[in-house]
Protein backbone atom coordinates (compact mmCIF):
# COMPACT_ATOMS: atom_id res chain seq x y z
CA UNK A 1 0.00 0.00 0.00
CA UNK A 2 1.29 3.54 -1.00
CA UNK A 3 2.38 6.13 1.77
CA UNK A 4 -0.31 8.57 2.18
CA UNK A 5 0.82 12.25 0.41
CA UNK A 6 0.79 15.00 2.76
CA UNK A 7 1.42 18.35 1.27
CA UNK A 8 2.83 21.00 3.72
CA UNK A 9 4.30 24.45 3.73
CA UNK A 10 6.85 25.46 6.32
CA UNK A 11 9.74 27.77 6.86
CA UNK A 12 13.21 25.75 6.42
CA UNK A 13 14.40 26.49 10.18
CA UNK A 14 17.57 25.08 11.31
CA UNK A 15 15.89 22.62 13.58
CA UNK A 16 14.17 22.12 11.00
CA UNK A 17 16.96 20.78 8.72
CA UNK A 18 16.78 16.49 9.57
CA UNK A 19 13.39 16.81 8.15
CA UNK A 20 13.77 18.61 5.33
CA UNK A 21 16.94 16.20 4.23
CA UNK A 22 14.70 13.46 5.11
CA UNK A 23 16.92 12.01 7.96
CA UNK A 24 13.47 11.86 10.25
CA UNK A 25 11.22 8.63 9.46
CA UNK A 26 7.71 9.28 8.37
CA UNK A 27 5.76 5.85 8.52
CA UNK A 28 3.13 5.82 6.54
CA UNK A 29 3.15 8.75 4.96
CA UNK A 30 4.86 11.38 1.70
CA UNK A 31 5.86 14.33 3.33
CA UNK A 32 5.84 17.11 0.77
CA UNK A 33 7.35 19.99 1.72
CA UNK A 34 7.44 23.36 0.59
CA UNK A 35 9.44 26.58 1.75
CA UNK A 36 8.76 28.93 -0.34
CA UNK A 37 5.27 29.41 -0.11
CA UNK A 38 4.20 32.38 2.14
CA UNK A 39 2.43 31.63 5.20
CA UNK A 40 -1.35 31.02 5.01
CA UNK A 41 -4.45 30.67 7.54
CA UNK A 42 -6.28 29.78 4.11
CA UNK A 43 -5.33 26.45 3.31
CA UNK A 44 -5.91 26.26 0.05
CA UNK A 45 -7.22 23.09 -1.78
CA UNK A 46 -4.49 20.39 -1.80
CA UNK A 47 -2.74 21.77 1.17
CA UNK A 48 -3.01 18.89 4.57
CA UNK A 49 -0.55 20.95 7.00
CA UNK A 50 1.26 24.79 7.15
CA UNK A 51 3.06 27.07 9.29
CA UNK A 52 0.75 29.14 10.84
CA UNK A 53 0.90 32.66 12.80
CA UNK A 54 0.24 31.65 16.20
CA UNK A 55 -1.22 34.84 17.18
CA UNK A 56 -3.94 34.11 14.22
CA UNK A 57 -4.97 30.73 14.79
CA UNK A 58 -5.46 32.03 18.91
CA UNK A 59 -7.72 34.87 16.98
CA UNK A 60 -9.69 31.69 14.99
CA UNK A 61 -9.90 29.68 18.37
CA UNK A 62 -11.30 32.82 20.08
CA UNK A 63 -14.16 33.05 17.54
CA UNK A 64 -15.26 29.65 17.57
CA UNK A 65 -13.31 28.56 13.96
CA UNK A 66 -11.97 25.53 14.06
CA UNK A 67 -11.39 25.01 10.33
CA UNK A 68 -7.72 23.93 11.03
CA UNK A 69 -6.43 22.05 13.96
CA UNK A 70 -3.11 23.44 15.51
CA UNK A 71 -0.32 21.61 17.04
CA UNK A 72 1.06 22.28 19.63
CA UNK A 73 4.96 22.58 17.89
CA UNK A 74 5.93 26.38 18.61
CA UNK A 75 8.58 26.17 16.03
CA UNK A 76 8.91 30.26 15.89
CA UNK A 77 9.81 32.12 18.99
CA UNK A 78 11.47 35.07 20.38
CA UNK A 79 11.15 38.09 22.46
CA UNK A 80 9.99 41.73 20.98
CA UNK A 81 11.53 43.94 23.04
CA UNK A 82 14.64 44.01 20.58
CA UNK A 83 12.28 45.13 17.97
CA UNK A 84 11.50 48.93 17.92
CA UNK A 85 13.55 51.00 16.26
CA UNK A 86 13.94 54.34 16.28
CA UNK A 87 16.71 57.38 14.85
CA UNK A 88 20.35 56.98 16.49
CA UNK A 89 19.74 60.45 17.72
CA UNK A 90 16.46 59.84 19.45
CA UNK A 91 16.00 60.75 23.04
CA UNK A 92 14.11 57.83 23.40
CA UNK A 93 15.88 54.32 25.26
CA UNK A 94 12.72 52.55 27.24
CA UNK A 95 9.69 50.84 25.85
CA UNK A 96 7.97 53.53 29.10
CA UNK A 97 9.32 56.00 26.75
CA UNK A 98 6.70 55.19 23.84
CA UNK A 99 3.74 56.52 26.14
CA UNK A 100 2.43 59.69 23.73
CA UNK A 101 4.76 58.82 21.06
CA UNK A 102 4.20 58.08 17.09
CA UNK A 103 4.32 54.41 16.51
CA UNK A 104 4.74 52.94 13.28
CA UNK A 105 3.93 49.17 12.17
CA UNK A 106 3.54 47.11 9.11
CA UNK A 107 1.41 44.51 10.57
CA UNK A 108 -0.91 44.61 13.08
CA UNK A 109 -2.18 40.78 13.54
CA UNK A 110 1.13 39.68 12.86
CA UNK A 111 1.84 37.24 16.46
CA UNK A 112 5.68 39.17 16.15
CA UNK A 113 3.65 42.85 16.75
CA UNK A 114 1.15 41.35 19.28
CA UNK A 115 4.07 40.28 21.73
CA UNK A 116 5.61 43.73 20.63
CA UNK A 117 3.03 45.26 22.14
CA UNK A 118 2.74 43.03 25.00
CA UNK A 119 6.30 44.43 26.29
CA UNK A 120 5.30 47.55 25.75
CA UNK A 121 2.30 47.23 28.30
CA UNK A 122 4.54 45.72 30.56
CA UNK A 123 6.63 48.53 30.60
CA UNK A 124 3.11 50.37 31.67
CA UNK A 125 2.15 51.85 28.17
CA UNK A 126 -1.10 50.95 26.70
CA UNK A 127 -2.19 50.22 23.62
CA UNK A 128 -4.63 53.34 23.79
CA UNK A 129 -1.58 55.50 24.87
CA UNK A 130 0.20 55.69 21.89
CA UNK A 131 -0.75 57.15 18.69
CA UNK A 132 -0.46 54.27 15.82
CA UNK A 133 0.84 54.57 12.00
CA UNK A 134 0.45 51.69 9.94
CA UNK A 135 1.90 51.29 6.47
CA UNK A 136 4.72 49.93 4.18
CA UNK A 137 8.07 49.50 6.30
CA UNK A 138 10.52 50.63 3.20
CA UNK A 139 10.66 49.88 0.09
CA UNK A 140 11.84 46.56 -0.01
CA UNK A 141 8.84 45.55 2.70
CA UNK A 142 5.74 46.59 1.82
CA UNK A 143 2.92 46.40 4.22
CA UNK A 144 1.09 42.96 4.92
CA UNK A 145 -1.81 42.11 2.86
CA UNK A 146 -4.32 41.01 5.00
CA UNK A 147 -6.45 37.77 5.80
CA UNK A 148 -9.42 36.76 6.61
CA UNK A 149 -8.25 36.59 10.11
CA UNK A 150 -6.89 40.09 10.81
CA UNK A 151 -8.34 42.35 13.30
CA UNK A 152 -8.67 46.06 12.92
CA UNK A 153 -6.21 48.46 14.40
CA UNK A 154 -7.46 51.14 17.46
CA UNK A 155 -9.66 53.98 16.15
CA UNK A 156 -7.32 57.01 15.26
CA UNK A 157 -4.97 55.07 13.43
CA UNK A 158 -3.06 56.25 10.83
CA UNK A 159 -2.06 54.94 7.43
CA UNK A 160 0.45 56.07 5.18
CA UNK A 161 -0.02 56.83 1.87
CA UNK A 162 0.76 55.02 -1.04
CA UNK A 163 4.61 56.21 -2.08
CA UNK A 164 4.84 56.65 2.20
CA UNK A 165 7.10 54.34 4.06
CA UNK A 166 7.70 54.06 8.23
CA UNK A 167 11.31 54.19 7.50
CA UNK A 168 11.24 57.68 5.34
CA UNK A 169 8.27 58.85 8.02
CA UNK A 170 11.24 57.94 11.24
CA UNK A 171 13.81 59.35 9.07
CA UNK A 172 12.01 62.98 9.09
CA UNK A 173 10.97 62.90 12.43
CA UNK A 174 7.43 62.48 11.26
CA UNK A 175 7.08 59.20 13.89
CA UNK A 176 9.17 58.39 16.97
CA UNK A 177 9.42 54.30 16.28
CA UNK A 178 8.77 51.74 14.38
CA UNK A 179 8.12 48.23 15.40
CA UNK A 180 8.33 45.55 12.65
CA UNK A 181 9.23 41.69 12.72
CA UNK A 182 13.03 41.81 10.86
CA UNK A 183 15.13 44.79 11.36
CA UNK A 184 16.20 46.72 8.06
CA UNK A 185 19.49 46.46 7.07
CA UNK A 186 21.01 50.50 8.43
CA UNK A 187 19.85 48.71 11.95
CA UNK A 188 22.89 46.19 12.35
CA UNK A 189 25.12 48.97 11.04
CA UNK A 190 27.45 49.88 14.04
CA UNK A 191 26.89 54.03 12.96
CA UNK A 192 23.68 53.30 11.29
CA UNK A 193 20.85 56.14 11.24
CA UNK A 194 18.80 54.09 13.06
CA UNK A 195 19.02 52.06 16.68
CA UNK A 196 16.89 49.46 18.44
CA UNK A 197 15.27 51.51 21.39
CA UNK A 198 16.21 49.40 23.90
CA UNK A 199 19.84 49.41 23.48
CA UNK A 200 20.30 46.39 26.51
CA UNK A 201 17.85 44.39 25.07
CA UNK A 202 18.91 41.24 26.22
CA UNK A 203 19.09 42.42 30.10
CA UNK A 204 15.48 43.70 29.67
CA UNK A 205 14.14 40.34 28.06
CA UNK A 206 16.15 38.24 30.91
CA UNK A 207 14.33 40.10 33.38
CA UNK A 208 10.78 39.64 31.36
CA UNK A 209 11.57 35.88 31.15
CA UNK A 210 12.57 35.75 34.37
CA UNK A 211 9.58 37.67 36.14
CA UNK A 212 7.00 36.17 33.64
CA UNK A 213 8.28 33.02 33.16
CA UNK A 214 7.33 33.78 29.35
CA UNK A 215 9.27 32.46 25.66
CA UNK A 216 6.85 33.72 23.32
CA UNK A 217 6.11 31.54 20.90
CA UNK A 218 4.70 33.21 17.11
CA UNK A 219 4.46 30.27 14.71
CA UNK A 220 3.00 26.67 15.09
CA UNK A 221 2.11 23.99 12.70
CA UNK A 222 -1.57 23.40 12.01
CA UNK A 223 -3.34 20.75 9.87
CA UNK A 224 -6.82 21.59 7.71
CA UNK A 225 -9.76 19.83 9.84
CA UNK A 226 -10.90 17.36 7.60
CA UNK A 227 -7.36 15.74 7.04
CA UNK A 228 -6.48 15.45 10.47
CA UNK A 229 -9.81 13.66 11.08
CA UNK A 230 -9.68 11.15 8.19
CA UNK A 231 -6.22 10.25 8.94
CA UNK A 232 -5.29 11.37 12.74
CA UNK A 233 -2.56 8.64 12.61
CA UNK A 234 -0.89 10.69 9.84
CA UNK A 235 -0.98 14.08 12.43
CA UNK A 236 0.58 12.34 15.29
CA UNK A 237 3.15 10.89 12.74
CA UNK A 238 4.16 14.54 11.38
CA UNK A 239 3.83 16.23 15.44
CA UNK A 240 6.61 13.18 16.28
CA UNK A 241 8.41 14.28 13.05
CA UNK A 242 8.61 17.45 14.09
CA UNK A 243 9.96 16.69 17.47
CA UNK A 244 12.59 14.36 16.34
CA UNK A 245 13.67 16.96 14.09
CA UNK A 246 14.25 19.18 16.61
CA UNK A 247 16.19 16.49 18.93
CA UNK A 248 18.42 15.89 16.38
CA UNK A 249 19.38 19.18 15.70
CA UNK A 250 19.43 19.78 19.17
CA UNK A 251 21.82 17.05 19.59
CA UNK A 252 24.10 18.46 16.59
CA UNK A 253 24.01 21.77 17.87
CA UNK A 254 25.22 20.92 21.28
CA UNK A 255 28.05 19.04 19.49
CA UNK A 256 28.85 21.38 16.76
CA UNK A 257 28.42 25.21 17.98
CA UNK A 258 30.37 27.04 15.78
CA UNK A 259 28.16 29.02 13.81
CA UNK A 260 29.11 32.15 16.13
CA UNK A 261 32.00 32.78 18.33
CA UNK A 262 29.29 32.57 21.48
CA UNK A 263 26.62 29.77 20.50
CA UNK A 264 27.90 27.49 22.73
CA UNK A 265 27.18 29.90 25.69
CA UNK A 266 23.82 29.95 24.00
CA UNK A 267 22.90 27.01 24.48
CA UNK A 268 24.24 26.61 28.08
CA UNK A 269 21.78 29.00 28.44
CA UNK A 270 18.73 27.66 27.08
CA UNK A 271 20.32 24.10 29.12
CA UNK A 272 19.65 26.22 32.27
CA UNK A 273 17.35 29.05 32.02
CA UNK A 274 14.72 27.82 29.38
CA UNK A 275 14.30 23.77 30.27
CA UNK A 276 10.37 24.17 30.68
CA UNK A 277 11.05 25.51 26.72
CA UNK A 278 12.74 23.05 25.70
CA UNK A 279 12.21 20.93 23.16
CA UNK A 280 9.18 23.78 22.27
CA UNK A 281 6.95 21.21 22.15
CA UNK A 282 3.58 19.74 24.19
CA UNK A 283 1.28 21.63 26.69
CA UNK A 284 2.61 19.43 29.31
CA UNK A 285 5.29 21.97 31.29
CA UNK A 286 4.02 25.38 33.48
CA UNK A 287 6.43 27.62 30.76
CA UNK A 288 4.04 26.59 27.92
CA UNK A 289 1.15 26.55 29.80
CA UNK A 290 2.43 30.12 30.79
CA UNK A 291 2.80 31.44 27.85
CA UNK A 292 -0.38 30.29 26.17
CA UNK A 293 -2.46 32.14 29.17
CA UNK A 294 -0.46 35.23 28.24
CA UNK A 295 -1.78 34.90 24.73
CA UNK A 296 -4.87 34.70 25.45
CA UNK A 297 -4.92 37.27 28.04
CA UNK A 298 -3.11 40.14 25.77
CA UNK A 299 -5.39 39.47 22.96
CA UNK A 300 -8.19 40.73 25.03
CA UNK A 301 -6.03 43.28 26.92
CA UNK A 302 -4.95 45.38 23.61
CA UNK A 303 -8.76 44.57 22.27
CA UNK A 304 -8.23 42.33 19.85
CA UNK A 305 -11.19 40.43 20.66
CA UNK A 306 -14.12 41.25 22.36
CA UNK A 307 -13.75 37.81 24.58
CA UNK A 308 -10.59 35.74 25.22
CA UNK A 309 -9.86 32.13 23.71
CA UNK A 310 -9.24 29.39 26.77
CA UNK A 311 -5.93 28.31 26.89
CA UNK A 312 -6.79 25.02 27.13
CA UNK A 313 -8.77 24.65 24.40
CA UNK A 314 -6.21 25.62 21.99
CA UNK A 315 -4.48 21.92 21.58
CA UNK A 316 -7.84 20.65 22.52
CA UNK A 317 -8.34 19.08 18.78
CA UNK A 318 -5.21 17.77 18.63
CA UNK A 319 -5.40 16.00 22.83
CA UNK A 320 -8.41 14.32 21.02
CA UNK A 321 -6.81 13.22 17.61
CA UNK A 322 -4.53 11.73 20.48
CA UNK A 323 -7.16 10.34 22.54
CA UNK A 324 -8.92 8.63 19.17
CA UNK A 325 -5.96 6.57 18.99
CA UNK A 326 -4.83 5.35 21.94
CA UNK A 327 -8.67 4.27 22.15
Known amino acids: MSDLQLNMTLRAYDHLTPLFLGDVPTPGIKLNLDHRAPLTSAFPEGLAAAEVSFNRYVLAAAKGDDSI ?106 IDAVTTAFMPEPVFQPNGEFRRLVRNYRDVEREFHHRTGVYPGFHIVAVRREFAEAHPEAVMTLYHALRKSWDIWWSKAKKFAEGSPWAMEEIETMVRDFSGDTPPFGTETAAHRRMLAMICHEQFAQGLISRAARPEDLFSGFENLGARIAA
Not at 79 to 88: A, S
Open 69 to 174: IGLPAFILRGFRHRNYIVRRDSPLETLADLRGRKVGTNSWSDTGTMWARAAMRDAGVEVSEVHWVIGDLDEATPLKPPTALDVDPPKGTHFLRSGEALMGKLREGG
